[in-house]
């Protein structure tokens, strides 16, 4: 086991800056890695992703500190299954102790995402068929939420409004929190909200009946968040493009809609691109 693998976990020490909690992202799918790269190599994932959060000024270097500096901690990640599972597609996975969220802005799954993907296809090409992110949701205070900002991921919705239209994709969206039944009694609630939300560039629905598509199983123990999976809602959905960019803003989205509708429980959402049907 390595050193990274021998303290990762949820939790924080005491004298820890306030933070949201534990984000955990797993991207599935298929790696085709460069001739030149070396699977021995000294620049693993952790490395990678802990060499690009620097760099583009996400990690939190001051945490040990008591004094947060940037988006997220640094915790573990690696390639494959860490579990040494066998039959998954899963292709990488990372995790990070998110840092306090700011009440008019979102969690940072956007960036989250963008730098597993960079550090991912920095040594091959991917080809993802699903993103899996586990969400802090008991870390965002709705409350705090100024009425601008009610879900502040809107302020970015604008990214996606220059496409290419042949780029949509349709997905199936997973939302899990694990042991709470309080996702039957939101279900209608969180759909309402995702359609009512001001934009026409990504498109929900509840599924009806509940899709039968199974979703992989979280990499991680269920100490990690409310595992394991007891209660969970399908969304059907179409996104302006299938990227990670796509995917970290639904779960945004989703994180602060379930937030204000009361749920304190670590989510699970896991989205998947949908198959496209011969004609």
């Known amino acids: 086991m390595s050193e990274q693998d021998a303290i990762a976990g949820p939790g924080t020490a005491p004298t820890a800056p306030r933070t949201a909690g534990t984000m955990f992202a797993a991207l599935y799918g298929e790696l085709i890695p460069y001739s030149w790269h070396d699977p021995a190599s000294e620049h693993d994932a952790y490395q990678l992703f802990h060499q690009r959060s620097l760099a ?13 500096s940037g988006l997220w901690a640094m915790n573990d990640a690696g390639w494959g299954h860490p579990r040494n599972a066998s039959g998954t597609d ?42 899996q992110v586990l969400l802090p949701v008991q870390g965002l205070d709705a409350t705090a939420r100024p009425p601008q900002a009610a879900v502040p991921s809107l302020q970015t919705i604008d990214w996606f409004g220059e496409h290419d239209p042949q ?37 929900f629905r509840v599924d009806e009946p509940a899709s039968p598509d199974p979703a992989p199983a979280p990499p991680f123990d269920d100490s990690f968040w409310n595992g394991p999976s007891r209660h969970a809602l399908t969304l059907r959905g179409e996104l302006p493009e299938w990227s990670c960019d796509a995917v970290g803003w639904v779960a945004e989205t989703v994180a602060d809609c379930v937030a204000r509708l009361g749920v304190r429980t670590p989510l699970l959402l896991t989205v998947t691109r949908n198959r496209a049907v011969p004609a």
């Open 56 to 68: 583009m000024g996400w990690l939190d270097e001051r945490a040990s500190m008591g004094e947060a």
């Open 90 to 131: 899963l292709i990488s996975w990372f995790q990070v102790e998110a840092s306090g969220v700011a009440g008019d802005r979102p969690l940072p799954v956007q960036p989250f995402l963008r730098c597993a993907w960079d550090t991912t296809a920095h040594i091959g090409t991917v080809r993802l068929s699903a993103a």
């Open 167 to 203: 780029a949509r994709a349709t997905v199936t969206i997973r939302v899990d929190i694990g042991q709470d039944p309080s996702v039957s009694t939101i279900a209608a609630q969180l759909a309402d909200r995702l359609v009512q939300l001001d934009q026409s560039l990504f498109g």
